[in-house]
């Protein structure tokens, strides 16, 4: 019978854990899903946004180049939804490409071989063909993307951690407690006796002793979580960027048609003439065209709700996992309102007298009522607090505009983003930019998303969601490999 009480008690209490945690795991994926959904949204509405006003606007310098524009917000998408690509590397391929190809179209009587075109590459970052567009998005797109998926990334991780911190099975020592906790009352004839509030805490302490070491590294990331929502405003801010990408590439087109003149005459003084070609037709006739009216889509309020909603959940459930003793001591152990001579001491009906034990496993080395092994922790815990660390310094990185995969490792800090540098304390994963050919590797995928309304995918495909974020086998896209060459 004792067995079978203990078997009983560990059962019920694992029970009791999954309950506690199934509830905080369904308020961060609703979160996740949430976000997700807003953030997809504003790309999706963008792409929507070119694709209505762009045919009309630029004729055949956009629709012979449609395919450069998809496969351009396919690769943001892959970006946000958490692939190793360089972002910045990302955008400056496309206007190279997107240069090559336009400037081939206004000059269709010119003959334009790969090493003409690329001398007008070299030249490109001098002459500016697109005006100042390229450079803004670059800069602005880096830290909003950085911000917005690092923020999914963590309410990912977070759900994951208590799901498998929440599957960690119980200990003998515990059982044996926990049995004594509720049912040893019945076989002494006080069935009746509750169990005394500080006992039943000194018992849950040292069972969950594992569990409570995840409080630092847990408060680190929900701070973090909630520090980062301040880059979702602002000029560089996720919900102004992500939602207004058509914007700069309209500007930037426009740029190129308004200086197509003077343009043409400073390729032609840095790489020479270039043959005529007689096949080819005149000049492209400069279309005639008002100014562009893409007018700016105002903030519904959705992104601020959402923040705050987050904002308020993370902060209670900050003190989560210390809180466990007693949260399971009040609401599933029957735990008593009163440490008095009535209540169940572990020996009999009476005071409970031992001092309540700290947190945390080094703190239960004196525990009454459970024997822990303070130098064998649990492994299973170990590595989700790692995790924890990891993701606290990728959005700690994020906040300061960088990609922690993309700073080399003899950089200072300060990355290819703007802002005060990142000690070393905070950004001590340092991994090297990855070439071409691997970039698309989905390293820190957003964990456990459907396919969203709207979701657009390039040749080489939208990927599915990853079921977990870090340190996990990747899935390779190889995308570069997909991706057509223009010229």
Known sequence: MEENLANRSRAELEAALLDSGRALQTTLATQLRGFDDHFQRLLNDSERALQEAFPGAFGELYTQNARAFRDLYAELRLYYRGASLHLEESLAEFWARLLERLFRQLHPQLLLPDDYLDCLGKQAEALRPFGEAPRELRLRAARAFVAARSFVQGLGVAGDVVRKVAQVPLGLECSRAVMKLVYCAHCLGVPGARPCPDYCRNVLKGCLANQADLDAEWRNLLDSMVLITDKFWGPAGAEGIMGSVHLWLAEAISALQDNRDTLTAKVIQGCGNPKVNPQGSGPEERRRRGKLALPERPPTGALEKLVSEAKAQLRDAQDFWISLPGTLCSEKLAMSTASDDRCWNGMAKGRYLPEVMGDGLANQINNPEVEVDITKPDMTIRQQIMQLKIMTNRLRSAYNGNDVDFQDASDDGSGSGSGDGCPD???????????????????????GLS??????????????????????????????????RWR
């Not at 995918?457 to 997909?482: D, E, F, I, N």
């Open 425 to 447: 304390d905070v950004c001590g994963r340092r991994v090297g930019k990855k070439n071409s050919s691997s970039r698309t590797t989905l390293t820190h995928a957003l964990p």
């Open 451 to 484: 396919e969203q309304e709207g979701q657009k995918t390039s040749a080489a495909g939208c990927p599915q969601p990853c079921p977990s974020l870090l340190l996990l086998p990747a899935l390779t896209l190889l995308l570069s490999a997909a991706r057509p």
